[in-house]
T-cell receptor
Framework: AQKVTQAQTEISVVEKEDVTLDCVYETRDTTYYLFWYKQPPSGELVFLIRRNSFDEQNEISGRYSWNFQKSTSSFNFTITASQVVDSAVYFCALIRDTGFQKLVFGTGTRLLVSP | EPEVTQTPSHQVTQMGQEVILRCVPISNHLYFYWYRQILGQKVEFLVSFYNNEISEKSEIFDDQFSVERPDGSNFTLKIRSTKLEDSAMYFC???????????FGPGTRLLVL
């Protein structure tokens, strides 16, 4: 069975602080994909990044960076110099690479960035 | 940029009534999905659909639920007799041939009274 754990329920920071959102996953599959989605207050789910299990290189996109470590089954997400617009719920998710695929989501981390 | 659309954005219904939630997936996508999110909780998979048939469904997706692709563009979720516990945000998603990334619609917020 697959499982995604986001232990941080809510994080509050002040603008310009850096913040890291943790994600730990469990799977028996050797090939899989990991995702982060953002859910702003308006409610939609916005795709941020996909990572496959064979690519452990860290990725940076502007103020966002992701650290994938297979040895600890973690896929953490860091926002540098946070902004108020980053306030949202962030979901980490996992999908297997074989067969028909369904996303397995974590419970989400609510990030509040105050001015 | 192509996107998934959903209608209506909000729906209020009485318990026992039938509702149909509509989705227009991204036009060249082949795989379609419904997920739901009860308020404040995580997003849960309901069903996936490919080649005009259900490919996988969760325990939540019981006989009260059905999906259909009535034409080349729409993908619908029907709840035959709504219950209070069906109140949730329902998301449609679609993915291309590689199935790797699912793109979500804005959701339909369903409230059953």
């Amino acid at each position: 069975a697959q499982k995604v754990t986001q232990a941080q329920t809510e994080i509050s920071v002040v603008e310009k602080e850096d913040v890291t959102l943790d994600c730990v996953y469990e799977t028996r599959d050797t090939t899989y994909y990991l995702f982060w989605y953002k859910q702003p207050p308006s409610g939609e789910l916005v795709f941020l990044i996909r990572r496959n299990s064979f690519d452990e290189q860290n990725e940076i996109s502007g103020r966002y960076s992701w650290n994938f470590q297979k040895s600890t089954s973690s896929f953490n997400f860091t926002i540098t110099a946070s902004q108020v617009v980053d306030s949202a719920v962030y979901f980490c998710a996992l999908i297997r690479d074989t067969g028909f695929q369904k996303l397995v989501f974590g419970t989400g981390t609510r990030l509040l960035v105050s001015p | 940029e192509p996107e998934v659309t959903q209608t209506p954005s909000h729906q209020v219904t009485q318990m026992g009534q039938e509702v149909i939630l509509r989705c227009v997936p991204i036009s060249n996508h082949l795989y379609f999905y419904w997920y739901r999110q009860i308020l404040g909780q995580k997003v849960e998979f309901l069903v996936s659909f490919y080649n005009n048939e259900i490919s996988e469904k969760s325990e939540i997706f019981d006989d009260q639920f059905s999906v259909e692709r009535p034409d080349g563009s729409n993908f619908t979720l029907k709840i035959r007799s709504t219950k209070l516990e069906d109140s949730a945000m329902y998301f449609c998603a679609s993915s291309g041939a590689d199935q790797e990334t699912q793109y979500f619609g804005p959701g339909t917020r369903l409230l059953v009274l």
